[in-house]
């Protein structure tokens, strides 16, 4: 059987996987020209290199197995053309999923280097731009399980997972923060970015001066940082112009090690009257 190559031979100067050919056979999409009934050893010959040739170059593109079949099913320049063409557009598709997910990367990257790098117990004036946000309506004291609140969240709520991950506000509401009590989130806040491609109703947070500071700890323990930070904002003749925003920067999603957590507090100003 000089003119014949066995499935291994085959594989060699194909430089593919045995199990490759065995499947291509199975689904009928490369079917061996001769198998030996005693040994059930596959033979191929020359006749079908350029049939596996053909598939490697269109797998190289991430042609569908099914869309392969297709075009040697129904053998034309203008179904072959029909699938490239196709197949470019899906292509394109994941390019610009991969450069979302690039940007996610690099933004998220940012954020956590950032937080690692706070400064902690340290009031700030910052200019914070207007920001997007899925608003939860939902009062909850800050004992309760907010993990089981976040559960909730992802049930009532078509955002992806990474959504959640490291954007996850809550409000304590003027009137609360003018009383000094901070026991209570008014509501929930899902931040959007630009990469989260999130099409359902978002409230808009108003941009403008913000007093914030960074601490070492979690929700629970942000009282007397409140403190610290309306205390700076009678100091500096100003007056509260909104909710405060407490935002998790580092938690249990990224650490076991719970002296690692960074809580950031916001609260919006402006000139006193």
Do not use: W
């Amino acid at each position: 059987m000089d003119s014949y190559f066995t499935a291994g031979e085959m594989a060699k100067l194909f430089g593919i996987n045995i199990r490759t050919l065995r499947y291509y056979d199975d689904i009928g999409l490369l079917k061996p020209a001769y198998v030996n009934p005693k040994s059930k050893y596959r033979y191929y010959t020359t006749e079908q290199f350029d049939l596996l040739s053909t598939i490697m170059y269109l797998r190289e593109l991430k042609m569908p197995i099914e869309e392969i079949q297709t075009f040697f099913n129904n053998k034309d320049t203008a179904v072959l053309l029909s699938l490239l063409q196709k197949q470019q557009v899906e292509i394109e598709r994941q390019r610009r999923k991969l450069d979302l997910i690039e940007k996610k990367l690099k933004r998220r990257t940012r954020q956590i280097e950032d937080a690692v790098n706070s400064r902690l117990d340290v009031v700030e004036m910052r200019q914070i731009p207007e920001r997007r946000g899925v608003i939860l309506e939902k009062e909850r004291s800050k004992k309760d399980d907010i993990e089981l609140y976040m559960r909730d969240a992802r049930k009532s709520q078509p955002l992806g997972a990474t959504v959640f991950l490291g954007k996850v506000a809550f409000t304590v509401a003027r009137e609360k923060l003018l009383s000094r009590q901070y026991d209570v989130f008014s509501c929930n806040v899902i931040l959007i970015e630009e990469e989260d491609e999130y099409e359902g109703n978002c409230s808009v947070i108003p941009g403008g001066e913000y007093l914030t500071l960074r601490y070492r700890g979690t929700h629970q323990e942000a009282g007397c940082y409140y403190d610290k930070l309306l205390d700076a904002v009678d100091r500096a003749g100003l007056a509260v112009a909104g909710d405060a925003l407490e935002i998790t920067l580092i938690d249990y999603c990224f650490t076991k090690d719970a002296s690692q957590y960074i809580t950031e507090l916001q609260i919006p100003v402006k000139p006193a009257p």
